[in-house]
């Protein structure tokens, strides 16, 4: 390591980088012992950067060049199963072609994390940003934590392997950040030391691993209709697990980088007689058009959601509870459902509740449009209107589509 | 090292138990219990989905005296290297000790030569060290029978069946093993289930050969291929004998045959041994048949003269040809 | 766990369905498969120990280098050893009595 590098990751520092490049950053720090990737728009900065750090001897990690999506999931899952801490990095299509093995990763308990660059799915196809293909996996068993802005990338990028890896989860983790919105964004970074990074993520250590010396197992064993069911039920119940560790991993989090990263983040929500909810870099449009409301007289407020799986229902419905009016903010269609994700898991968490706010379901931002104030005002308009607060079931209410003038 | 004698092999643990699930008869686990006995290093493996894998790993029992790892289908190959690569790494840093494993992928013809060709080439081209083993039953028997790239023209099977219109499988076959010397991997052969020194041998070199290296065992099917579970070894003999399976071998690049035929027997006695082909003993099909013996002839010629051997007298058959 | 109870609650499961006992299909006595089974005329063998290498079940069982019995709790009666006796001294018999019929 030259004498530049060796100063650098002695000390925190603020870089300015793209969310790709903290997300490579991060990675460096964690150290994978494999990491098995394919590139695609908008993550390839990702494995680029991470390349060049193999490349320059800065990594200890394997990298193995896989021919396709799927190979890079099989290759992570091989490397975990050997013992080993496992990475990758996707988008879009990327993630589609690998869906497979999602929830084998998941099934067998293999803490693989995964660097989601959020990307519209085909057809039509479009390398931007969307969610589509983070809604699509929500529910393979993956623990996912979604960021706004460089910054979370790489904080959450840090928190991955320490969440992922805790022996009460052992479970696969995204993390998702906004293709070409977060990725390709240069902001300001503020980067941990490596010995702090490496002290905070610890050490890989399973329990049952193949190249275990001393021991034979078998993994990825079939089940018959005798013990499938109890296999998924305990991957579930651990599923659960997610939630306290990932707390817990936050308040430390905080602890070593001074940064405060909740599961939510909610904004201006405390006396809000509506609310906005909604994942990732929307954040900056979505504030700015609270704002503009407030300003209005209007009690507006929004709740970020960052720990999307395990959803945090109580918590969730707790942030809520004050409100009359809930627009669910999708950056993905669900076609044909009666509601599009977010709002589906908005409105089970409040389910119970008495008195339950009206619910519209908003989506925004297909194929890379940038949210943009506007889109939001609109929808916040909506539901300051009594006549128009409530969503029809099924029905999903557009921001900043050109429908032609109709309804 | 352990010597190729049966009665020092016997003394070696077997890497696979009893009790397992495949058929009576079936080559299959001959061939996998041959393959880790000769192995010198101890073997941590993966398996993809496919009748060994089914029978082999029925939660919550195995029937594997190794670790092993089935994740899906398709890719067995990868499943292997991601391990071979995290063994690395894990050396590297400090936290497993450098003894010697040998890494291995089992998969059958349908997840080598069709649905996991691809992570198949891949895993090949980037050089990793471990050995890919083809278990080739010539169609996806674990699924019922279906026609795979391994399959050879005019074979009956449950999606290629025998119907008034067409008589079977209508393409040749994929020839995997040529194509994966195409990679130029250090070491590549065929094999067959019953010639058992052949195929330690091969397994021997396979291991020592530094790099990627494949195996594509022969690997008779009593229920798909229609023929008592009996006479499984004298069918693996047949298709040597026959042409219909040479065991040669690549190494660095030069192809060696290992076992030359005075004369090849004619198809026809491959067809009559097993009842898969009974529809091509009849009247009308009689091109099938002519046909693929022009492709088996086609082949071998080739071969041979891949070998360098095409111009050469054969010598006497060796006796377990 | 090496035997199929199947009434493990989902609590009680090692995690990620890892099977921890190796080899543990010995449980599993397949010899209820066969309906004949190999007798071996030992006089006559010379212990080539070529039915061991290709039994698919590895029922030939070998001591000491010489081949000792036949292990009938797996032994699914394939045949193939009676086949591949080079001095043809395995015989296949039916494990029930074959009756006349009336």
Redesign the interface.
Known sequence: MVAKDKKRAAASQSLAINGAEAVAYAMRQAEPDVVAAYPITPQTLIIEKFSEYVADGLVRTEFVEVESEHAAMSACIGAAVAGGRAATATAGPGLALMFEMLSVAS????PVVLHLATRAFSAPLSILCDHSDLMAMREQGWIIMCGANPQEAYDQAVLAHRIAEHPDV?LPFTNALDGFGVTHVVERVDVLPDDAVREFVGEYQPE?YALKPGV??????W?HR??Y???R??TA??FRNALPVSEQALAEFREISGRRLSILEPYRLEDAELALVFLGSADGAVKAAVDAARDEGVRAGALRVRLYRPFPVRAVAEALSGVEAVGTLDRALAIGSPGNGLFLDVAASIATRRGRPAMKSFVYGLGGRDPAKEHFDAAIEQLADPERREGVPGMTAYLGLRDGGNE | MTTLR??D???KP?G???????????????AV??ILTALEHPAVASVATGCFEVA???????????PVVHSAFENAATTTTGMEAAHKALVRKGKLPPHPITFLAFGGDGASYDIGFQWLSGALERGHRFIYVCLNNEAYMNTGIQRSGATIKGTSTTTTPVGQAVPGKVAWRKDLTAIVAAHRIPYVAQAA??N?RDLATKVRKAEACGGPAFLNVLVPC?RGWRY???????ISRLAVETGLWPLYEVENGVYRLNVRPRELKPVTEWIQSQRRFAHLLRKGNEEVVSDIQANVDREWRELLQRCGIADEKPVEAAANG | ????R?D????E??????????????????GS??SEHPVIDLEECV????C????????LV?VN?KLASV?L??C?????C???CPRKCIE?VPDLPIEESA
């Open positions: 099934g067998m308990r293999l052992m049952h034979t197992q078998t993994f990825g064993a089940a005798d013990y069911f109890e296999l039920a305990q119940e651990a | 049966l009665r092999l016997a003394e077997s696979l138990a009893c009790g397992h699930g495949l058929c009576a008869g079936c080559a299959e686990p001959v219990r041959q082999t790993t029925h939660y919550p029992t195995t029937a594997w005296n190794i289930a019953h058992w009593p008592d579970s009996a006479h499984t070894m004298q | 766990m090496s035997t199929r199947g493990e609650g989902y609590r499961l090692p995690i990620g369905g890892v099977v921890l006992d190796p080899g543990s299909t010995r449980h599993n006595l397949t498969w066969r212990h080539c120990l070529i061991w290498e290709l039994c698919p079940d590895n029922c070998v280098g292990d709790d797996y699914k009666g394939c045949g193939i009676a086949m591949e296949m």
